[in-house]
């Protein structure tokens, strides 16, 4: 497997990617992903030598535009207040419990 | 040693409908060979209680008369990918440790509703990444021809269920290989599907624009016979088709009413695969010719760019996909993401992500644009294109998961197809002095799943590589 020269990604860029995504890395990680992730993001960089001027993106391929559906209560599907919470590790009175955001 | 098993769901249907065994026998059956065989290979992640499934087996003897399914009465499972009603779905996952989904996903639905019964729900890789089934909290899955080796993945579990006879098919989920790989490393047959010709309501998302739905069975008929079950436009998924559902199976005997030709593209046969594989493919080839049909070469130059548009617009998607996991609602929190998902999880976070969105993703989705018109140009010179759906024979445990990039690059045939949503079908093709499997993908144009399968009918009729099992104590 080809390294690269240096590490495109060090441990702070790594830092602020996981913290964009939501995962807490202990130390051990965030240094062993610098590594790993340079040399993957070092092997997809080869994309950039394809010449894409004037070409469109694609964003999916079903041919389909605009799916609607009609604006109605499908009740086959609705799941009853018992049912969606029956998965929740934290509830209270009916609802999901989750952790305050404000400060009090 | 024959079993009931070895049987194609057709030749079940047919003794079944004869009284020669009952679905009971079959239900029997399976669960010898997954008691047997479960300790050792790991196959399943949930096991359906063998007196549920009896149960459910005598009343599908009973109503045998009034049903008119192929599947009525057959036994199946599902990848643990498809979310089942009061099963516990785990996408292979701690994330989803013990998570009962209060719904089923629509394929699960429309086979139950066809008669088949199911027997349990299978090992993978977490959320689809990977393509051995080692990167699983569930322990991974052997490959039975030999145990030292990974089964192939994402969909390992459905696989080896399949030729150890503790099934008679599965339904696998494919991004970027997850139901050829492992065919082709099992031995079994396993059909990616145009993008929407099956519902993906209920399937846990890996990267949406990728993801397809199939069928994994022991033969191409088998295939026909299940992808008629499940495909066609669902309310539910706004990205599955309206177009119409052919008579797959009816559609086997009709014959090919043209001369078809297969491309094989030459930079697929190039260094980095192994000799063992080339050779056995091309004798396929010209298994293929001997039927009348005619093989000429052809040119694919984008190859080299397939991993990289997969790996930087699948990572994408599925950081997206996976944000959902907050354990809120549903499951544990994201420490409990294995560190292959959380590799993915930041490739992909890293390539959206403001001042490399454009080099990265944008860039991705262009030549996305341009490995559908490579397609489109090469399915004008040819009807399918025949190429290796791995480089290697099953690699060892341990081999790949250890090895992120090499990881990345077993993908190398099976990668290129996803992006741009046309069909593959997986077939095995031979073994290696090893006696490990080998197979090959036919590719078509969108929603000609008819042709490939009528294609694969027609090889299997001509060879038996696809009846060979391996032999376990």
């Known amino acids: ?104 | 040693m024959n079993m009931l098993l070895d049987r194609t769901i057709r030749e079940l249907n047919e003794g079944l409908n004869n009284q020669e065994f009952t679905s009971v026998d079959l239900i029997n059956e399976c669960y010898r060979s997954l008691e047997k065989l479960q300790p050792q290979l790991n196959a399943f992640i949930t096991i359906i209680d063998k007196k549920t499934a009896l149960e459910d087996a005598k009343k599908k003897d009973s109503k045998r008369s009034k049903s008119k399914s192929y599947l009525h009465g057959i036994p199946f499972v599902l990848k643990d990918a498809y979310i089942s009603e009061n099963v516990k779905t785990t996408s292979a996952s701690n994330v989803l440790s013990d998570f009962i989904p209060p719904y089923n996903s629509t394929v699960c639905q429309k086979l139950l509703d066809s008669g088949a019964i199911l027997l349990g729900k299978m090992n993978m890789d977490a959320w689809g990444h990977g393509g051995s089934s080692e990167n699983t909290d569930f322990g991974p899955v052997k490959n039975p021809w030999d145990q030292t080796r990974v089964a192939g993945g994402s969909s390992g579990g459905p696989g080896v269920a399949i030729i150890t006879r503790m099934t008679a098919f599965s339904i696998g989920e494919d991004t970027g290989g997850s139901i050829r790989n492992p065919s082709a490393w099992c031995n079994t047959t396993g059909l990616k599907v145009t993008y929407g010709r099956v519902s993906r309501y209920g399937c846990i998302a890996y990267a949406s624009s990728f993801d397809t739905v199939g069928p994994m069975a022991k033969t191409a008929e088998d295939c026909a016979i299940i992808l008629e079950a499940i495909a066609g436009k669902d309310p539910y998924d706004a990205t599955s088709s309206s177009h119409e559902v052919p008579h797959y199976y009816d559609l086997l005997k009709t014959g090919i009413n043209k001369k078809i030709i297969i491309g094989l593209p030459k930079e697929f046969y190039g260094n980095g695969l192994n000799d063992e594989i080339k050779k056995s493919i091309l004798e396929a080839a010209k298994v293929f010719e001997k039927l009348g049909m005619k093989v000429k070469e052809i040119s694919m130059p984008l190859f080299d760019y397939g991993i990289p548009v997969y790996y930087l617009i699948g990572p994408s998607e599925t950081s997206s996909n996976l944000a959902r996991y907050d354990g809120i609602r549903y499951g544990n929190d994201r420490s409990f993401f294995t560190e292959e998902t959380m590799r993915r999880i930041m490739i992909g976070t890293y390539a959206l992500s403001a001042g490399y969105y454009d080099a990265y993703y944008k860039k991705a989705q262009k030549a996305r644009t341009l490995f559908i018109k490579e397609y489109k140009k090469a399915l004008s010179e040819c009807d399918v294109i025949l190429i290796p759906v791995t480089p290697t024979p099953p690699t060892k445990l341990g081999e790949l998961i250890n090895n992120p990039l090499e990881n990345f690059l077993a993908d190398i045939y099976t990668t290129s197809q996803n992006p741009v949503g046309v069909p593959s079908l997986a077939l095995p093709c031979g073994f290696t002095k090893n006696n490990l499997p080998i197979g090959m993908q036919l590719v078509g144009d969108m929603f000609s799943e008819d042709l490939l399968l009528k294609l694969g009918y027609e090889y299997q009729k001509q060879t038996d590589w696809h009846k060979k099992k391996p032999k376990l104590e």
């Open chain 1, 1 to 104: 497997m080809k390294t690269p020269k240096k590490n495109l990604l060090s441990k702070d860029e790594i830092s602020y990617v996981a913290k964009l995504a939501k995962l807490n890395l202990p130390d051990k990680l965030l240094l062993k992903f610098s590594d790993q992730l340079s040399s993957v993001i070092d092997y997809m960089s080869k994309i950039q030598k394809l010449n894409t001027e004037k070409v469109p993106e694609t964003a999916q391929v079903t041919g389909l535009e605009n799916v609607f559906r009609e604006d109605k209560i499908d009740e086959d599907r609705m799941l009853t207040q018992e049912k969606a919470l029956s998965n929740a590790r934290r509830k209270y009175n009916g609802y999901f419990m989750v952790d305050a955001i404000f400060e009090e």
